[in-house]
């Protein structure tokens, strides 16, 4: 019996006319950026996963001078830096969510901007980024938002109410989505605090139900300035 083919994988692919450009589009854009990614790219890259990696390239060198820096030269041309940015374009080039693929860039460019982080911290958020949806995003982002002055009036309120009326999509889905983001260890949000009444003021500070690594996921995902 023939063995099932795996789940697609990025094969070594030859040089393609799309991949030739890309190439070349790294290489010229950002010369300290982009040798190290051009080695990466023009030996992953297929033809049917060339314009998702085509685009997440091009959003990364798009940031690239902003981020030029003597420990970013270094950092990109080290063994860490090509282990996680072939892994970033493997689960890019796998990733049909187009929402989902900006993320991964803004990942590359914080892993770029912060050269201390150690390898293990970077593979642990690299390897939640591909777990997560925009569902456990806009759950995130909701609980950290700063209380408006209106929120902080209020007499009385829930979180729940709170976070829907922050992210509106997540209705009918909150509870859901808080099972998934404790569970992957991003929140600590028990069923009936979220529905608890308390001051307005408590219903609205919320930012203390994302845990270390629920911010830290955060930090790595949020699109530069």
Avoid: C
């Avoid at 030269?73 to 080290?78: A, C, G, S």
């Avoid at 690299?126 to 009036?153: F, K, V, Y």
């Amino acid at each position: 019996m023939s063995k099932k083919p795996d789940s697609p994988q990025l094969a070594r692919a030859g040089q393609g006319e799309k991949l030739a450009e890309l190439v070349a589009i790294i290489s010229s854009a950002a010369p300290w950026l982009g040798g190290p990614i051009a080695e990466i790219v023009g030996g992953i890259a297929t033809d049917l996963k060339i314009k998702r990696v085509t685009q997440f390239v091009q959003s990364v060198i798009g940031y690239a001078d902003r981020l030029q820096s003597e420990a970013a030269e270094k950092f990109v041309k080290t063994e860490d830096f090509i282990d996680i940015f072939e892994k970033t374009a493997q689960a890019v080039a796998n990733e049909r969510d187009e929402a989902k693929r900006k993320l991964f860039s803004n990942y590359i460019l914080f892993n770029i901007s912060q050269p201390e982080i150690v390898y293990d911290q970077r593979l642990k958020i690299l390897r939640l980024l591909e777990q997560i949806d925009t569902g456990h995003i806009d759950l995130l982002s909701a609980l950290l938002q700063q209380p408006t002055e209106q929120e902080n009036r209020m007499s009385m309120g829930a979180p729940s109410t709170t976070i829907q009326r922050r992210a509106p999509q997540l209705r009918g889905d909150l509870s859901e989505v808080t099972h998934e983001t404790n569970t992957l260890g991003l929140t600590k949000l028990e069923p009936q605090y979220l529905n608890l009444n308390m001051t307005g003021s408590g219903a609205a500070n919320l930012a203390g139900s994302v845990t270390p690594t629920g911010n830290a996921l955060m930090a790595f995902i949020t699109a530069p300035k």
